[in-house]
């Protein structure tokens, strides 16, 4: 086991995770982005800048990397805990049970002369910007707010340090036993319905030591598995159907993610085809993935695979997304949207999913994804799992 | 069982909402309100108008009760599949791969000489409003956007209908079903971790019927029973300990909530006190629930008895919220924030938990919570669990 996460198991009341070093970089950045204060509407870039975990609230950061945080009193204890290990010098809890966010942030912008205010324009809602700009008004503020997106904390969280990776890695081998279970003890098996295997699925994966699913369990039979993101039903498995199994857990606060698609019984030839084709799109795009190509390089060498077996208008999704905090995050490995900036080249601690499918409505859905960690050379698998397909006929 | 029950569960292909009723409903409170469209971008909404279930996507409700449904490759199938049931005059699917849903919406505003067009500001982020505002501009449109939140699809959802009410009263049912096996077979018991018995908990809410947790489980035991939302740890239970056991389920759509505090072993004289002047708080909440109340009075009903009994500043959260396709919709019941405008009274047909609670950091948290339904002339509690509270010593 990795001497990193020893420490987190042995000792779970001392956190590893360097929220100084993160603090002071979110800062730095913030500054030569032009800001002069970031504020923050989401919660996992809280967490992952304090420690804090929370369903509701608020951070203002600023440039020094101070971070203020705006909780209501069901989190007060939580920030002023945040506070004592951090430190207090850095993170500074506010109660917004006294005064409202808006009010707060006006009256401190005004107070201490901050200029040019960055908004987390993805994540904070209209509503909540018109609070803002009434607030600022209210106090005479000249300042500017930056609501251009300027992704810094997403940025940051991209590139794991050795505690998340050590924690992606053991999630990795963790869902994995899951699923090699999973495949060997025929969880999927002709006369459950898709809610009691999706059950199944979940009690093994918390069995394993994950604290709970990174998302609602897909389970996805016969017809229904030509939809990517079908929700399991009271459908009962049939002789010969395909289903689509993908399913993730939280380790350490870190998201993993994994599908496999089974077959019960022998496939028709077309379907074994597509199967196959997904399989070599899949060992495509995880070839492909290595330190200086970009996102979209993976996704194009996945697609090409499904392109030319003819199966291009049934890849409707993206290649793959990013995996730490959040079951998707930064990179998007996708084709490139016209709204979107361009995404940075991948770099060493970046980890992502692998999961190119195939969708032939009213017949089958086939996916198969594992995740990577971009190494300082190339990629390392950190799933390891048997494809679950019937040798073929 | 309850005939509307019935044939959800045997016919699971007929879906027995009234979607149209809904849409033209929706579409008339538009007019009412002054504006000629919305823009939907609240999903829950989305599925409360039209049956459609995505993790991603948007409408635009007009006037007549015409839903455009925009959707991205992966919900092109399940968009077409509403337009089908619900009605091809009522439902369009628009998908979003050909023309991103900024563009496609301003092109149909210019289109259709759409004048005023309302945002669900509380949930469209500033961003996607940025685009929109670009997108409305570039087609040199000459509207308005409504930006203050009308709540339109948010107020006809608080009052349900017989179908509705049949599936919250059967998930109450079985829920109190699992939450009695979960109490009498003491799966919170000492040794245990607090992840176990989450773990525990959630296969025993899946076992009785509900698709998924409709949040994710509490169990905070000792002292960690003092912050109302804590995630389960590897903390294990000791005797004499306080654990609050939080954790409801989806059934058909529908989320229910239920909370009981357990001891393992007897408690101390000062916890009894405080576990009692819960239990009197929750009774005089639901004592309150009646048609013609606001919720800031049943909140305050609570209350009242905490402050009484000294507890008033150990209960920082409200009383209840509403349960419906959300586990958290509306009403709250809580008291009145400034930002906020009136809550209308309750209603019969509204859904809600009664669930006050008293934290003294330190030391221990006591929370209990049922479900009530709102009904001609008073409430029906529609869970019925044991307090699994030791006998007074």
Not at 32 to 57: C, F, K, M, Q, W
Not at 168 to 183: D, F, P, V
Not at 185 to 208: F, P, S, Y
Request: hydrophobic share 45%; net charge negative.
């Amino acid at each position: 086991m990795h001497a990193t996460l020893c420490a987190v198991r042995d000792h779970p009341h001392v956190n590893p995770f360097d929220f100084r070093g993160r603090l002071q970089r979110a800062g730095a950045a913030l500054l030569v982005a032009g800001a002069d204060a970031l504020l923050i509407s989401h919660l996992p870039n809280l967490r992952y800048l304090s420690g804090l975990e929370a369903t509701a609230g608020s951070g203002l950061l600023t440039g020094d990397g101070r971070l203020f945080l705006l909780v209501d009193p069901r989190y007060e204890a939580a920030a002023a805990a945040r506070a004592e290990e951090v430190g207090p010098d850095l993170v500074h809890p506010v109660a917004t049970a006294d005064v409202s966010a808006s009010t707060w942030l006006a009256s401190r912008c005004a107070s201490d002369g901050i200029g040019r205010v960055a908004l987390e324009s993805r994540v904070l809602t209209l509503h909540a910007a018109r609070l803002i700009e009434q607030a600022l008004a209210a106090v005479g503020w000249s300042g500017a707010l930056i609501d251009q997106p300027l992704d810094i904390v997403e940025h940051a969280r991209r590139v794991k340090d050795a505690v998340e990776l050590a924690l992606l890695r053991e999630g990795g081998a963790r869902l994995s036993e899951a699923a090699r279970g999973i495949l060997a003890d025929g969880v999927a098996r002709v006369g459950r319905t898709e809610l009691e295997v999706a059950a199944d699925i979940d009690a093994r994966v918390r069995a394993v030591g994950f604290s709970r699913a990174a998302f609602d369990t897909i389970v996805a039979s016969g017809p229904r598995s030509a939809f990517p993101h079908a929700r399991p039903t009271d459908r009962r498995l049939e002789a010969g159907e395909v289903v689509v199994l993908d399913f993730g857990g939280v380790y350490g606060g870190y998201c993993v993610d994994l599908t496999r698609t089974v077959c019960l019984g022998l496939p028709s030839a077309e379907v074994d085809r597509q199967y196959h084709a997904v399989r070599l799109a899949q060992q495509a795009g995880i070839a492909a993935v290595r330190p200086g190509t970009t996102p979209a390089d993976v996704d194009r060498a996945a697609r090409q695979v499904l392109e030319a077996a003819g199966l291009g208008e049934t890849f409707g999704h993206g290649t793959g997304h990013g995996l730490g905090l959040e079951v998707h995050e930064a990179p998007r490995l996708a084709r490139p949207r016209p709204e979107d900036a361009a995404q940075p080249p991948l770099e060493a601690g970046v980890v992502c999913t692998i999961e190119p499918g195939a969708y032939v409505t009213g017949r089958a859905g086939i996916r198969i994804e594992d995740d990577v960690v971009v190494t300082a050379y190339g990629h390392e698998q950190i799933t390891d799992v048997p494809l679950g397909w019937p040798t073929a006929h």
